[in-house]
């Protein structure tokens, strides 16, 4: 079902909290990666200019105790998004009480204030992460509309998402929540075909239920990265030193025949002795994998193979990695590969999901090249798995 958006309803003179992903890296106090505040200035200057008085919630982190506070502050982000949005950003170092009362009821028209971390309220009895009801409540009592633009943490039921929509008469998506809801859920839902998945990095067990749901819903599934050494194992080739999970190998025979022919796998593979980026490379046929060697990207004529199959797709949908792409000499099964599909972006729709994948275009140079890279990790996988996640399941239908 359609999910309501901020394009959906009146925001003039409504007071709106919305709950965004700020959850930056910070070094010595500094941002050293700003891509999420810029990512959520669409949904934040929309809701500015059509007159909404904005609060802004995030976490940053994680907040056990009150050492972990130190350094997890949001106030730097407030400064930046202040320079992004060349207007003052009201911040408050506080999650709920007067000062915030008092901000919130000084807001005018076009202005934005900024709460402090969510997770500064799980120091005493996980409050926000274990969606405390009275704290949901609180945030709701702030405002007369809810807005989640956070997907990076739609997969969990916190306060500051959940919590606040059960208490809020009207909650509906932000512009990136929107576009993770059209991208994933939307195509998992009802695919152009022929769709092509494309799994691979570490884990067999990382992974089960995404190659599961991706069987059920695809042409096609290669099987790469780490992951399909496990299945190599199952067909009954030596893979030497290669990384795999012998406790799932018969899962791997289970989901090769669940597959009928699904079930795309590589037939070389790039070896080397060490997992070492300097280690001497080498390729072999995955019949040949000395047992001093381990695999460490897909060989040449894999590639061709998996070119063969997107070639002819609509749709590809992309999570893991090909090779140890942290090792320039071990990244290039991963990066001809992202070549090939922007080369054939006019024809193929392309969704990457997952931390490691999307780093990895990112780090190629690709990151305006594809229909869409998902902006979280852990609620991307779960949300190919076909999960209906909380984040989302709380915003108002159309
Ligand atoms: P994502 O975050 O995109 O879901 P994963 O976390 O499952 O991806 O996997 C990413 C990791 O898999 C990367 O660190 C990469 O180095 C590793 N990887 C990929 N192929 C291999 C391989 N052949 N051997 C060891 N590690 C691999
Ligand atoms: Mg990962």
Not at 121 to 134: F, I, L, P
Not at 147 to 157: E, K, M, P, Q, S
């Amino acid at each position: 079902m359609a999910k309501k958006t901020i394009l959906d309803i009146d925001l003039k003179s409504k007071k709106v909290i919305m709950r965004v992903d700020f959850n930056v890296p910070m070094k010595d106090g500094e941002i050293s990666d700003e891509n999420r505040i810029v990512a959520a200035l669409d949904s934040i200057r929309y809701i500015l200019n059509q007159g909404g008085k904005l609060i802004l919630l995030s976490h940053l982190g994680r907040v056990e105790n009150e050492d972990d506070k130190k350094g997890s502050s949001l106030a730097p982000v407030a400064k930046r998004l202040a320079e992004h949005l060349n207007q003052t950003v009201t911040f408050v170092p506080f999650t709920r009480g007067k000062e915030v009362e008092e901000a919130v009821s000084n807001l005018n028209e076009g202005q934005v204030l900024m709460l402090e971390n969510t997770r500064f309220e799980d120091v005493v009895g996980k409050k926000e992460s274990k969606n405390n009801e009275e704290l949901g409540k609180y945030w709701a009592s702030l405002a007369d509309v809810f807005v989640n633009d956070a997907f990076g943490t739609a997969h969990r039921a916190h306060a500051s998402n959940v919590g606040i929509a059960s208490h809020i008469e009207t909650s509906v998506a932000g512009f990136l929540l929107e576009r993770e809801i059209k991208f994933i859920g939307d195509t998992i839902a009802n695919p152009e075909r022929p769709l092509v998945a494309v799994l691979g990095g570490a884990k067999v067990s990382d992974k089960i239920n995404v190659i599961k749901k991706l069987l059920e819903v695809a042409d096609y599934v290669i099987i790469t990265g780490a992951m399909a050494y496990t299945f190599y194992l199952a067909e009954g080739y030596d893979v030497g030193l290669s990384k795999v999970e012998k406790d799932k190998v018969d899962l791997a025979l289970e989901l090769l025949d669940l597959a009928k022919g699904k079930i795309v796998l590589g037939t070389d593979v790039v070896t080397a002795k060490d997992f070492d980026p300097e280690s001497e490379k080498n390729i072999r046929l995955k019949s040949e994998i000395p047992n001093d060697e381990m695999g460490m990207d897909v060989g040449p004529e894999t590639l061709k193979t998996y070119f063969f199959y997107i070639e002819k797709a609509k749709t590809v949908i992309w999570n893991g990695p090909l090779g140890v792409f942290e090792f320039p000499r071990f990244a290039e099964g991963t990066k001809g590969f992202a070549k090939k599909l922007v080369e054939l972006k006019d024809s193929v729709t392309t969704i990457i999901g997952g931390g490691d994948s999307a780093a990895a275009v990112i780090q190629f140079g690709y990151e305006n090249d594809f229909a869409h890279i998902s902006t979280g990790g852990g609620a991307s996988l779960e949300y190919l798995e076909g999960k209906l996640l909380p984040g989302i399941a709380c915003v108002d239908d159309k």
